[in-house]
């Protein structure tokens, strides 16, 4: 059912982007990228250099072991199964989460008050990558693709919660520094993109005994060689006739009695 080969991209690319950020918070340690320079302010020019360099930025060791996991496996299996279009799916679900974090208003859900937000890390393009692979698996309805689909959701099911502001699960002090808009721009962007790619790649195969009358006699040459070269084996069997018990009804009446 899986690929017996594993596609080279899909080895090299994760442990690029792995490298990068990496990269992105060594030198975040080092001084540079300080307070909120290269991230996504919403709203404000200033944030648009966030679009391309906030996924790179984490502002924890914790925070980058999170993402740095889901990255690996959803990356992989995006470039294993989808290769055609995984460069695409990359870098427009990339860019286009980014733009629509960007052009959301940061208000605080619960107050409606305006909130000055910086928003780092790479869990928008993990919504990307796992709301592409998920529904793209539903939208070809192929079974290896399906099942592409189904071990997303066992393994990272719970991030649909993370759609959601934590102020509606739990008592908070102070806003919380999760950015559910960052989550939720990568899931839009990532089913978007599986419907729009949904005719390109494997997709369900459907066999020639699946189309409506698929089989014609006619055109069986091999069947019609056969009835000509064996005309016995279509002769008409005798059949016995069928009685009519009104022709024996005495009959019938004299044994009965």
């Known amino acids: 059912?899986?690929?017996?080969?594993?596609?080279?991209?899909?080895?090299?690319?994760?442990?690029?982007?792995?490298?990068?950020?990496?990269?992105?918070?060594?030198?975040?340690?080092?001084?540079?990228f300080a307070s909120c320079f290269g991230a996504i302010i919403p709203l404000l020019p200033e944030g648009l250099l966030g679009i391309i360099t906030a996924p790179l930025l984490h502002g924890s060791i914790d925070h980058i072991v999170g993402?740095?996991?889901?990255?690996?496996?959803?990356?992989f299996l995006l470039y294993q199964f989808y290769p055609r279009v995984a460069n695409k799916v990359f870098i427009i679900g990339w860019l286009?989460?980014?733009?629509?974090?960007?052009?959301?208003?940061?208000?605080?859900?619960l107050t409606g008050q305006y909130l000055y937000t910086c928003t780092i890390g790479a869990s928008g393009v993990v919504y990307v990558l796992a709301f592409f692979l998920f529904f793209s698996g539903v939208f070809k309805w192929n079974m290896t693709l399906l099942t592409i689909s189904l071990l997303v959701v066992l393994y990272y099911g719970s991030l649909i919660w993370g759609m959601f502001p934590e102020?509606?699960?739990?008592?908070?002090?102070e806003p919380s520094k999760i950015s559910w808009q960052a989550h939720l721009s990568g899931a839009v962007v990532g089913s978007i993109l599986a419907f729009v790619f949904k005719n390109v790649g494997d997709?369900?195969?459907?066999?020639?005994?699946?189309?409506?009358?698929?089989?014609?006699?006619?055109?069986?040459k091999l069947w019609q060689e056969y009835k000509e070269n064996h005309p016995e084996d279509f002769l008409e069997l005798p059949f016995k006739k069928n009685e009519d018990p009104w022709a024996h009804l005495d009959e019938i009446r004299k044994n009965s009695s």
């Open 203 to 220: 997709k369900k195969k459907k066999y020639i005994w699946e189309f409506p009358n698929y089989y014609s006699e006619k055109d069986d």
């Open 96 to 109: 286009s989460a980014g733009l629509l974090l960007w052009m959301l208003p940061p208000i605080d859900i």
């Open 1 to 32: 059912m899986f690929k017996n080969v594993i596609y080279k991209n899909a080895i090299i690319n994760p442990l690029l982007m792995l490298g990068a950020m990496w990269m992105g918070y060594f030198l975040q340690m080092q001084g540079f």
């Open 167 to 173: 102020e509606l699960f739990y008592n908070m002090q």
């Open 67 to 75: 993402n740095s996991i889901p990255i690996a496996v959803l990356m």
